[in-house]
């Protein structure tokens, strides 16, 4: 099934250094409605994302398992914590800087432990129940909608828009591009976005949201 979400406008700069999105990088817009006012994301999500959100436990088990006393998670706290989710979940609409770390490696030999600096994120209001969700700069951008779950959680569903691309697919188009994941606020005015096993690289990403005006 699609998901549609409002349009939203670039803004210039980021961390990293990466491209700024344009005004054209935006969630997908077919059946922008139907998708934008359904309040079951179990009725959106694939099987397969539904089973990446079932084992989120089992895959903060792993990689921290995986990284044992690595003084780097103790650093980040709560955003590497797995059992921190706080009530008052929902995060106000508005500008965010957002940066990801990686944990755990899908290839033998690969790295453990990746974080990138921060970049440029945004929450806005779709006309529905949900909200969407964008990262505007960075090689790697989520784009995708929130869905309502339970006072402590909201789930993500989206695709991954790459380089140069304008223009998120919808999801369900392209198993390899859809996202599921997990947000939940963490502290005052700081939430998270957990992707348990994503497609690539990784075997659970953290995606940190705190509000630029924080």
């Known amino acids: 099934m699609a998901i549609g979400a409002a349009l939203l406008g670039g803004c210039g700069g980021g961390g990293g ?8 990088d935006r969630a997908p817009e077919r059946n922008r409605d139907e998708a934008a006012s359904a309040s079951d994301w179990r009725s959106i999500a694939s099987d397969n994302d539904r089973r990446r959100l079932r084992n989120w436990r089992q895959a903060w088990e792993e990689v921290l398992a995986t990284l044992g006393t690595d003084p780097r998670v103790a650093r ?3 955003l590497l914590s797995p ?15 957002c940066r990801v770390i990686k944990l755990g490696s899908q290839a033998r030999g690969g790295l453990d432990y ?3 600096p921060s970049f440029n994120c945004r ?5 529905g129940v949900a909200l969407s969700l964008l ?6 951008r989520p784009v995708g909608l929130l869905y309502p779950d339970s006072d402590q959680r909201l789930i993500f569903l ?27 606020r963490i502290g005052p005015q700081r939430w998270r976005l957990v992707l348990p096993y994503p497609r690539w690289e990784s075997k659970l990403d953290v995606m940190e949201l705190v509000p630029t005006d924080g």
Not at 164 to 180: F, K, W
């Open 83 to 97: 059992d921190v989710a706080m009530t008052g979940v929902l995060p106000p609409v508005g500008d965010y800087r």
């Open 123 to 127: 929450i806005g209001r779709t006309g």
């Open 17 to 24: 250094g990466d491209r700024p999105a344009s005004a054209a």
């Open 76 to 78: 980040e706290g709560a």
């Open 135 to 140: 990262k505007l700069t960075g090689s790697q």
């Open 158 to 184: 989206g695709t991954m828009v790459l380089g140069d691309e304008t223009r998120a697919q919808n999801y369900g188009r392209d198993p390899e591009r859809d996202m599921a994941g997990l947000v939940e």
């Open 114 to 116: 990746v974080a990138y």
